[in-house]
Nanobody, 125 residues
Framework: QVQLVESGGGLVQAGGSLRLSCAAS????????MGWFRQAPGKEREFVAA???????TYYADSVKGRFIISRDNARMTVGLEMNTLAEDTAVYYC???????????????????WGQGTQVTVFS
């Protein structure tokens, strides 16, 4: 059983930056691909970014490519999401873990086994 706890959300002005962090416990972190998803009010939860279990591959939604950077530290069992040039990015952001043995799309939320409780990011202009 893997527990995930996000932190770093908050209020930020449009054009600004924010860094989210997710701390994992209770499992072998290096066996899990990690993803970030977000959910805005009235919308479905959507893929933001993911990183493979080794950290060697990263994936981004088109809407955040070039602005967001996902990273992980397997020794510290953390995954981060650096968010720059924030604009229409207000949502609750969720960290999720997917066993690296899974073969479906890493962009699909249905592939993920464990989820954090989410952290709110609000962008104001």
């Amino acid at each position: 059983q893997v527990q995930l706890v996000e932190s770093g959300g908050g209020l930020v002005q449009a054009g600004g930056s924010l860094r989210l962090s997710c701390a994992a416990s209770g499992g072998t972190f290096s066996m899990y691909d990690m993803g970030w998803f977000r959910q805005a009010p009235g919308k479905e939860r959507e893929f933001v970014a993911a990183i493979s279990s080794s950290g060697g591959s990263t994936y981004y939604a088109d809407s955040v490519k070039g602005r967001f950077i996902i990273s992980r530290d397997n020794a510290r069992m953390t995954v981060g999401l650096e968010m720059n040039t924030l604009a229409e990015d207000t949502a609750v952001y969720y960290c999720a873990a997917r066993g690296n043995w899974r073969r479906g799309s890493i962009r699909s939320r249905y592939q993920y086994d464990y989820w954090g409780q989410g952290t709110q990011v609000t962008v104001f202009s």
